[in-house]
């Protein structure tokens, strides 16, 4: 068996089958689960002669490990190759639109950014930046709850997050960090919805809890806060994604109307 890594999850592999197909070593199965959507999946792999092998559970269990949720499906699958590997890549390529990057500013829930990862996708951004330390990184868990956006969507791991967003303003795109309070000596956050977010841009959103940090909110261009309507104080940094890149993608919208 070649240096493969695991994919869980019905989402992750039916994405890499779409994909990638050539790239599954085998997939696994659990021998007990018959249903329309295994029959489906079985289809797919046998028109596209993957290979497949039906297991007991506890075996899916152990590979997947102890929080995985492979739902009786996991797949083998060898890395392809990453089409870009910095924001130069990206920067320097034919895009049919400004660049439109989402920042992450030391999200360590795997849960959380899967699920920005598979917000951005939906959204239309050319990648995700986050720092290599104190932050999750593209693990099993990630690819399962991003649904294949992890396929789809570039993830940039950078060793210096304060540097990369001083070469993405240096390269004209405007920084737009997310903050309930700014620090000292910078000015108040504006709301989101009055924030002018058309153009070549990079919004940054920080860890559950803690927020952006302070020297992050200081390499920003402008702050933003999402107004809120209810009675909660703060929302999921997945949930906060969401709602940035949809203003940000309307707002494009409409400018090419």
Request: hydrophobic residues 45%; proline residues 4%; negative net charge.
């Amino acid at each position: 068996m070649s240096d493969a890594r695991i994919l869980f999850g019905f989402h992750a592999v039916l994405s890499r089958m779409r994909q990638h197909v050539t790239s599954i070593e085998e997939i696994l199965i659990d021998r007990d689960r018959i249903d329309a959507r295994m029959k489906d999946l079985l289809n797919l792999a046998e028109n596209a002669n993957v290979r497949v092998m039906q297991v007991d559970k506890s075996r899916l269990d152990g590979l997947a490990g102890m929080n995985g949720r492979h739902q009786g499906v996991l797949a083998r699958v060898i890395d392809t190759p990453i089409p870009y590997k910095d924001i130069h890549d990206i920067l320097e390529s034919e895009l049919t639109e400004p660049p439109f990057f989402l920042v992450l500013d030391g999200v360590e829930d795997p849960h959380n950014l899967g699920a920005c990862l598979r917000v951005a996708d939906a959204m239309g951004v050319h990648a995700v930046i986050a720092p290599k330390d104190r932050a999750v990184g593209l693990n099993a868990t990630v690819r399962k709850v991003a649904s294949g956006a992890a396929e789809t969507v570039p993830f940039i791991a950078v060793t210096n997050l304060a540097r990369t967003l001083r070469e993405l303003k240096d390269a004209g795109v405007f920084v737009v960090g997310t903050a309930l309070d700014a620090p000292n000596g910078m000015d108040a956050p504006a709301s989101l919805l009055n924030t002018k977010l058309d153009g070549p841009i990079a919004i940054v959103l920080g860890a559950e809890g803690d927020g952006i940090r302070r020297l992050t909110a200081e390499t920003c261009d402008a702050l933003v806060t999402i107004p809120m309507f209810g009675s909660v104080e703060s929302l999921n940094v997945s949930v906060a994604s969401g709602i940035c890149l949809y203003e940000a993608r309307r707002q494009r919208s409409l400018k090419t109307v």
